[in-house]
């Protein structure tokens, strides 16, 4: 689907209206969005403008994680959140750091902001798995997908997942949960090492 008939469904305006919003036919719409004609570049600048949303999203194919930006746009223009505090959280990527996240006073942004960043980490997730064709680790996938269906809750699952992060490099040092946390990392450690890992 592409970005603008993503956004008239999204804030229920027919192909009409903004037809006459415009000052042109239905039929030009329809082309739009049927991709049989590109959007005229005059209207992009207009349609940004209308919607307060970046042009270059109208002519293009929205994945999952741009159409849950677009709708966390939508909500912001029609609640006007208020940020009431930050929180610290691990951010992974390209810089693995705590960063701090906005917490606002709607609970409908703070929703979507979690629903964003679980289809990054899922779409992260497949591109792991996808990295060779015939994945030789692929029970480790399983076991992972099991043990977060069975045992997300359990403290231990996390604490060897941060051990694990340190152990590997993956999670700088200067980031840990708690004190009881290097305790933890420094018997787990010991093991790894008495086992050449």
Same mark, same amino acid.
């Given at each position: 689907?592409?970005? %603008?008939?993503?956004?008239?469904?999204?804030?229920?305006?027919?192909?009409?209206?903004?037809?006459?919003?415009?000052?042109?036919? /239905?039929?030009?719409?329809?082309?739009?969005?049927?991709?049989?004609?590109?959007?005229?570049?005059?209207? %992009?600048?207009?349609?940004?403008?209308?919607?307060?949303?970046?042009?270059?999203?109208?002519?293009?194919?929205? $994945?999952?994680?741009?159409?849950?930006?677009?709708?966390?746009? /939508?909500?912001?223009?029609?609640?006007?959140?208020?940020?009431?505090?930050?929180?610290?959280?691990?951010?992974?990527?390209?810089?693995?750091?705590?960063?701090?996240?906005?917490? *606002?006073?709607?609970?409908?942004?703070?929703?979507?902001?979690? $629903?964003?960043?679980?289809? /990054? %980490?899922?779409?992260?997730?497949?591109?792991?798995?996808?990295?060779?064709?015939?994945?030789?680790?692929?029970?480790?996938?399983?076991?992972?997908?099991?043990?977060?269906?069975?045992?997300?809750?359990?403290?231990?699952?996390?604490?060897?997942?941060?051990?694990?992060?340190? *152990?590997?490099?993956?999670?700088?040092?200067?980031?840990?949960?708690?004190?009881?946390?290097?305790?933890?990392?420094?018997?787990? +450690?010991?093991? +790894?090492? $008495?086992?050449?890992?």
């Amino acid at each position: 689907m592409i970005g %603008l008939e993503f956004i008239l469904g999204l804030y229920s305006m027919q192909h009409v209206e903004l037809a006459e919003y415009l000052g042109i036919k /239905k039929q030009n719409i329809n082309m739009w969005v049927k991709r049989r004609q590109n959007i005229p570049k005059k209207y %992009l600048p207009v349609l940004e403008e209308l919607f307060g949303i970046d042009r270059e999203v109208f002519s293009k194919e929205l $994945d999952e994680i741009e159409k849950l930006e677009i709708q966390k746009e /939508k909500l912001k223009n029609d609640l006007k959140p208020v940020i009431t505090k930050h929180e610290k959280r691990y951010k992974s990527g390209e810089i693995n750091d705590v960063v701090d996240i906005p917490i *606002y006073d709607k609970e409908e942004i703070n929703t979507i902001e979690r $629903d964003i960043e679980k289809a /990054k %980490l899922g779409t992260r997730f497949k591109e792991a798995m996808d990295i060779v064709d015939n994945n030789p680790y692929m029970n480790t996938f399983k076991l992972m997908v099991e043990l977060m269906e069975k045992a997300q809750h359990e403290s231990i699952l996390h604490k060897s997942i941060e051990a694990l992060s340190h *152990y590997l490099e993956v999670l700088p040092g200067s980031i840990n949960s708690d004190e009881e946390q290097e305790e933890f990392e420094s018997e787990i +450690f010991e093991v +790894f090492d $008495d086992h050449n890992y």
